[in-house]
Nanobody, 124 residues
Framework: QVQLVESGGGLVPAGGSLRLSCAAS????????MGWFRQAPGQEREFVAA????????YYADSVKGRFTISRDNGKNTVYLQMNSLKPEDTAVYYC?????????????????WGQGTQVTVSS
């Protein structure tokens, strides 16, 4: 198991940028594939991005491709989500998640470790 704590959310105008961080506890962080999901009010939690445990493979939802970048620093037990060109429809609670799967996954059910979430609000 790994414990996850997100930070970096906030209020930003449309077109702005934010960088989310997810700090993980546990010595085996480097063995987990990490993902970011988001959930807007009244909607299902949806996949945003994922990065393989080695950091070599990444995968993005079409809605964020070209605007968001996921990265990780295994030495710091941290995964990041750089969000640029933000839009009002990006407003949601963003969750960090971890899975022992060795390949990237966009399926929520594949992740068994979740953080508490951080709010991102993009004003129009």
């Amino acid at each position: 198991q790994v414990q996850l704590v997100e930070s970096g959310g906030g209020l930003v105008p449309a077109g702005g940028s934010l960088r989310l961080s997810c700090a993980a506890s546990g010595r085996t962080f480097g063995r987990y594939t990490m993902g970011w999901f988001r959930q807007a009010p009244g909607q299902e939690r949806e996949f945003v991005a994922a990065i393989r445990w080695t950091g070599g493979n990444t995968y993005y939802a079409d809605s964020v491709k070209g605007r968001f970048t996921i990265s990780r620093d295994n030495g710091k037990n941290t995964v990041y989500l750089q969000m640029n060109s933000l839009k009002p429809e990006d407003t949601a609670v963003y969750y960090c998640a971890a899975t022992a799967f060795k390949q990237v996954s966009a399926r929520r059910v594949d992740y068994d470790n979740w953080g508490q979430g951080t709010q991102v609000t993009v004003s129009s």
